[in-house]
């Protein structure tokens, strides 16, 4: 028999937030706020999901793939060659409880509520086995939201953090560099016009003395950063090492509502029950 991981539902206790450090570094960490449990049902689910080949979750192999072909693709699509790479598992949320429960934990909510002044509503999610080696972005590059202040993410540890897996790596303060707009007014980046927000980031980290760290994280921590932190993936040192991590991210309900998304309420919170991405 398939042995079930119970995860002990939360009280809706609400942890004091600091809004004044988030205001100033647009960061903020809750150390071990999750329990194993908790830690490894997702990361069960991950594992059961690529053993049976599920035919409703989609995965994109990593920016380092050894083939430089991009690949995104339902789990039981993908070729033997293919599943010889490394990839990221793209919103397991919309199917994995596990995922869920710890993305919707009613405690977590309470500070991202808190945080980002409004309802939040979880509207993605990556699940990564090994670290990113994303160089320093902002987040509204790729998934601009309708109101370009209204999204927060969480990065949850879901294992002890080898300094040498490519920990993730961010810059206090740097959601504070004002808004760069590409030639059409928005933020979503134009590809062809990346050396021009490189310079813009590059001229105002300088200005304001901002310094890179690193999230040096523990099994169970919750890494929460603003819509417009500068992140990414540290270098990977040692290829064997994982590095399994959740990402999610949030946009408010109220936005999503203005642009006709319509949203759920599970746990401690809503989430968008959406398609998948479609395979390219
Ligand atoms: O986990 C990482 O290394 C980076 C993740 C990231 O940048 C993202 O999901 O936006």
Not at 18 to 43: C, H, M, R, T
Not at 101 to 106: G, N, Y
Not at 250 to 273: C, I, M, N, R, T
């Amino acid at each position: 028999m398939k042995e079930t991981v119970e995860i002990v539902p939360k009280t809706d206790e609400k942890p004091e937030v600091d809004l004044a450090f988030w205001e100033q570094n647009g960061y903020y960490v809750l150390p071990k706020f999750l329990s194993d449990e908790q830690v490894d049902a997702i990361v069960n689910e991950t594992e059961e999901a690529w053993k049976n080949r599920r035919d409703d979750i989609v995965a994109d192999n990593q920016i380092y793939s050894p083939t430089q072909k991009r690949v995104r693709n339902y789990l039981d699509r993908l070729s033997e060659e293919e599943r010889t790479e490394r990839y990221v598992m793209n919103d397991l949320f919309l199917v994995s409880d596990p995922v869920r429960s710890v993305s919707l934990d009613p405690k977590l909510v309470h500070v991202l509520r808190e945080l980002l002044g409004t309802e939040p509503v979880l509207c993605q999610s990556l699940n990564f086995k090994w670290g990113s080696g994303q160089g320093m972005h902002q987040d509204t590059l790729y998934l601009p939201p309708p109101n370009e202040r209204d999204m927060i993410a969480i990065w949850v540890a879901l294992e002890d953090i080898h300094p040498d897996s490519g920990p993730l790596r961010y810059m206090p303060g740097s959601h504070n560099i004002p808004v760069y707009r590409f030639s059409n007014g928005k933020i979503r980046v134009i590809p062809g016009e990346v050396s021009g927000w490189d310079d813009h980031i590059a001229q105002h980290t300088e200005q304001m003395g901002l310094q890179e760290q690193v999230n040096h994280a523990k099994k169970g921590d919750v890494f929460i950063w603003h819509a417009f932190l500068l992140h990414g993936g540290s270098p990977i040192q040692n290829w064997d090492l994982t590095r399994k991590s959740l990402v999610c991210h949030y946009y408010s309900k109220s936005d999503l509502e203005s642009v006709g998304g319509a949203s759920q309420f599970d746990h401690g919170g809503y989430w968008w029950p959406r398609s998948p991405q479609l395979p390219r």
